[in-house]
Structure formats: C-alpha cells, structure tokens
Nanobody
Framework: VQLQASGGGLVQAGGSLRLSCAAS????????MGWFRQAPGKEREFVAA??????YADSVKGRFTISTRDNAKNMVYLQMNSLKPEDTAVYYC???????????????????WGQGTLVTVSS
C-alpha cells in the first residue's frame, strides 16, 4: 500500500487549500482513510477520517471537509477553508482497515502512512 499526499503550500489566514492523497496497492473501498497533522514540537494529531461516514477533530469541524473521488477511495481530499495560523503543520494521509477496537483519533492505530505535505498559514 502506498499513499502519496500533495497540495500543501503557503496561504494567508482565512484562505483555503485542498490536499489530495493518492492511494495505490490495495483495495480501499472498505478502509478508513484519514488525515493527521503534526506541528513543530507537537505530537501528531487526528484531523479527519472517512469510511461510510465522516469524522472530524473539534478544531477543524465546520472548516475542513474530507471527501473521496468515488467509493474506491483511491483519491482522498481534504478541503481546508478559513485557515488559521494554528493549522500550520505537516499533513499526513493515512489508511487502516476496520478492526475491533479501532480508535480513529490514535495515530498508532493506523497502519499505512503517506509522506506528508507542509501547510503554512501566515497571519
């Protein structure tokens, strides 16, 4: 399984960016696909996930939207609106098959990771 994240960049506060994650090497229709982020000096944190439903961290609810191109989930997107300086981080896409006890918000419960794309929000 390979995940390739792209779409990061520099944006002013209040602006928007769309991240993309290309997934290959597996059949992802039943997987959870997600986004995490890690700011300098901080732990990696959950941002959003999608399987049959969508899940969001409270800090991004109402501003970020996770979606897929189709049910195959070979492309996963994170539309980020109303960006804030505190959204600055390296954003990672991730994937995991559903399993008993899966905790979406815990990075160590996810199995597959992309390489990350840097999002910088200037004030």
């Amino acid at each position: 399984v390979q995940l390739q994240a792209s779409g990061g960049g520099l944006v002013q506060a209040g602006g928007s960016l769309r991240l993309s994650c290309a997934a290959s090497g597996g059949t992802f229709s039943s997987y959870f696909m997600g986004w995490f982020r890690q700011a300098p000096g901080k732990e990696r944190e959950f941002v959003a996930a999608i399987r049959w439903s969508t899940y969001y961290a409270d800090s991004v609810k109402g501003r970020f939207t996770i979606s897929t191109r189709d049910n195959a989930k070979n492309m996963v997107y994170l539309q980020m609106n109303s960006l804030k300086p505190e959204d600055t981080a390296v954003y990672y896409c991730a994937a995991v098959q559903n399993k008993a006890g899966l905790r979406l918000g815990v990075p160590s419960d996810w199995v597959y990771w992309g390489q990350g794309t840097l999002v910088t929000v200037s004030s």
